[in-house]
């Protein structure tokens, strides 16, 4: 499958797709709003998987915060789990982090996430603190974190 995706940033025409897979991925999804701001902002780094049709199938979206490279959003659309995409995703951003000589990757994701926190710990995200209430319905968020080898 992966020789059929291909990877590119978001542009601003992406922000109604983006907001629809959004509601097929998460609970408590961003409104296209805040990805029109993402797209348009300086010091992020974000990217698109398309497939050959031209289909998003999965998208990063990342901000630098001094030396750390913060994941605020990484999905896969339901039909493309569990084919290495968000993996592959991840890979783009470290790469990007480690180009830029940031020095870590942090983020953040639901603790009922098991199967993501299982991803990111195969990946050597080490836990690293718990965000009490920090989505919309309470739940707890895991913090994950990713030091960078420069």
């Known amino acids: 499958?992966?020789?059929r995706i291909s990877v590119r940033p978001p542009q601003l025409g992406d922000a109604r797709a983006l907001a629809e897979a959004e509601l097929e991925c998460f609970s408590d999804p961003w409104p296209p709003q805040f990805f029109m701001s993402e797209i348009l902002a300086d010091g992020r780094f974000n990217r698109l998987l398309?497939?050959?049709a031209g289909r998003m199938v999965a998208y990063l979206f990342c901000a630098w915060q001094?030396?750390?490279l913060h994941v605020l959003k990484v999905a896969?659309?339901?039909?493309?789990?569990?084919?290495g995409l968000a993996r592959r995703l991840m890979a783009l951003a470290e790469d990007h982090a480690v180009e830029m000589g940031?020095?870590?990757l942090t983020l953040e994701v639901r603790e009922s996430n098991k199967v993501a926190i299982a991803m990111y710990e195969?990946?050597?995200y080490d836990r690293t603190g718990i965000g009490a209430g920090y989505?919309?319905?309470g739940e707890n968020a895991v913090v994950m974190r990713k030091?960078?080898?420069n």
């Not at 896969?76 to 084919?83: A, D, I, K």
């Open 1 to 3: 499958m992966s020789a």
């Open 50 to 52: 398309v497939d050959s």
């Open 66 to 68: 001094y030396l750390d």
């Open 76 to 83: 896969t659309l339901p039909e493309f789990r569990r084919t």
């Open 102 to 104: 940031g020095e870590s």
């Open 122 to 124: 195969m990946l050597d």
């Open 135 to 137: 989505y919309q319905n």
């Open 147 to 149: 030091r960078m080898r």
